[in-house]
């Protein structure tokens, strides 16, 4: 017999239970819970599928196509799927854009991460001069982190000189949802950075406002999802983008990179210095280009040695607390090579020296912090007087 001999409502309900598998690839939710399946018929086994994008021309089109033909030829005497694309009205996208910011009635952004209950943990990446690594060190950080399965996104707020999308890998474009922007995924990492809004390599000429509200937008209008880590790449120095981020997320940890080079090191100990004046913390210290190791074995301490610990000891004076020192890298041009094909070493050669020392950091950081609220704390009461 086939497949029509069984109740309708047996076959609709696998069809149902297949198309709640699949996930949109940008938000990372079923599309039975976005809204997306505007409804679907099935005849002599074949199902046709109405699919409603959140916008025109949405470059996802094809794997969703593909993820749900797998999903519903799964189902026994499925023998085709057809899927039909429409585009959500602005009534749709607005309704989603509400269940995604949690169907409390209102479309207004807020910072997800500065919120009381917010598991997020958030690290500023920072430095107090440009060349020493910042940039590689945090998408190594972000890709290893992701593949501990963790939930990772990275914010590019080096305004001026981003450059985080070519060392991911990401070469796609935000997709708005209304005026919600889903950010694009590369190796299990969600990125956003102003160079996806520029035409070519166009430089960004912008001064204070108008950085703040870069980054205000970056993390109030950005669909992040539920995320364990945020990393935030930053500038060089204590400027706008610095001080900005402690008014909007003052929980953000800050972490230092420096190199052994002693003016590098003096220069890092004033970008850490900043957490004294946003009263942020200061989570460790990551000293970049190390040394070079020899094929014989030996070490060539290009850039001279101990800046790292230097840094570290001088901020856990400064501050009062302990600053550790995290980790040291060692130089490698293999970071150099996969960071220019947009594949983080720790991915491509996790072997390497360099990327066991970035695995090592990123051990480290990978702890979610988990929220009080609402959670008994095991606590007895003493009735007794």
């Not at 009534?91 to 995604?100: D, G, H, N, V």
């Not at 990446?125 to 593949?147: D, P, R």
């Not at 990401?170 to 809004?197: A, C, L, N, W, Y």
Request: with cysteine; aromatic share 4%; hydrophobic share 45%.
């Amino acid at each position: 017999m086939g497949i029509m001999s069984a109740p309708a409502s047996t076959i609709e309900d696998a069809i149902q239970a297949a198309l709640a598998t699949v996930d949109d690839p940008e938000i990372r939710r079923p599309i039975t819970d976005l809204g997306m399946v505007k409804g679907f018929t099935v005849a002599e086994g074949t199902v046709r599928v109405e699919l409603l994008l959140t916008v025109a021309g949405c470059p996802l089109r094809d794997k969703l196509n593909s993820d749900i033909t797998a999903a519903l030829t799964k189902i026994p005497g499925i023998t085709s799927v057809s899927v039909d694309f429409g585009v959500m009205d602005e009534e749709q996208r607005k309704a989603l854009q509400e269940t995604l910011r949690g169907g409390s009635g209102t479309a207004e952004p807020v910072i997800p991460f500065a919120q009381p209950g917010s598991r997020t943990r958030v690290y500023a990446v920072a430095s107090g001069k440009g060349g020493v690594g910042k940039s590689s060190v945090t998408v190594n950080l972000a890709a290893a982190l992701a593949k501990r399965g963790l939930s990772v996104g990275v914010i590019d707020a080096d305004i001026y000189g981003h450059s985080v999308p070519r060392m991911l890998g990401v070469d796609g474009r935000p997709t708005r949802v209304e005026d919600m922007i889903m950010p694009p995924q590369s190796h299990g990492v969600k990125v956003i950075s102003i160079g996806m809004f520029t035409a070519g390599n166009a430089a960004v000429v912008w001064r204070g406002p108008m950085l703040h509200r870069a980054l205000q937008q970056f993390l109030a209008d950005v669909y992040w999802g539920d995320l364990d880590v945020l990393l935030l790449d930053l500038p060089p120095g204590t400027g706008d983008v610095a001080i900005s981020l402690a008014q909007l997320l003052p929980n953000a940890e800050i972490l230092v990179v420096t190199t052994p080079q002693t003016a590098a090191a003096e220069v890092a100990e004033r970008a850490g210095a900043i957490a004294l004046q946003t009263h942020q913390r200061l989570v460790g210290v990551v000293e970049n280009m190390s040394w070079l190791e020899l094929p014989d074995g030996s070490r060539m301490e290009v850039f001279g040695a101990g800046g790292g610990q230097a840094v570290a000891d001088s901020l856990t004076t400064t501050v009062g607390a302990s600053v550790p020192l995290l980790g040291q890298v060692p130089l490698d041009t293999r970071v150099r090579e996969a960071g220019d094909a947009g594949d983080p070493i720790v991915l491509a050669t996790p072997d390497a020296p360099a990327a066991k020392a970035l695995d090592a950091v990123a051990d480290k950081l990978a702890v979610r912090r988990e929220s009080l609220v609402g959670k008994p704390l095991g606590l007895m009461v003493n009735t007794r007087r």
